[in-house]
């Protein structure tokens, strides 16, 4: 099994979590990154994510590339979303649940 995984991220200026956060200077909210991030997760290894902990660094501003690297680790998977031009936005761990 791979050790670790990438995938694309990209949230469409018109997704419906974007509206009034914040009206203006819309970001994307934290919730629909780590969404993305579980998802690639399932997508990677067909586990869900019973816990996790996050720290945003940057905001991912909305139609903004970015990239979701998942790492395992011995009792977790390491996660890092990164702009396009490789600025770190957040990163973490993920606990799979267990079966």
């Known amino acids: 099994m791979n050790d670790s995984?990438?995938?694309a991220l990209r949230i469409d200026p018109s997704?419906?979590?974007l509206a009034g956060h914040f009206p203006g200077n819309p970001v994307v909210p934290g919730v629909v990154v780590l969404e993305r991030v579980a998802a690639a997760l399932r997508a990677w290894r067909g586990?869900?994510?019973e816990k996790l902990d996050a720290k945003f660094v940057q905001p991912l501003l909305p139609g903004e590339d970015a990239v979701i690297e998942l790492e395992a680790e011995a009792a977790c998977i390491r996660f890092a979303v990164r702009r396009a031009d490789g600025v770190p936005l957040a990163r973490g761990t993920l606990q799979r649940a267990r079966a």
């Open 15 to 17: 997704h419906p979590a």
């Open 5 to 7: 995984f990438q995938t």
């Open 47 to 49: 586990e869900r994510v």
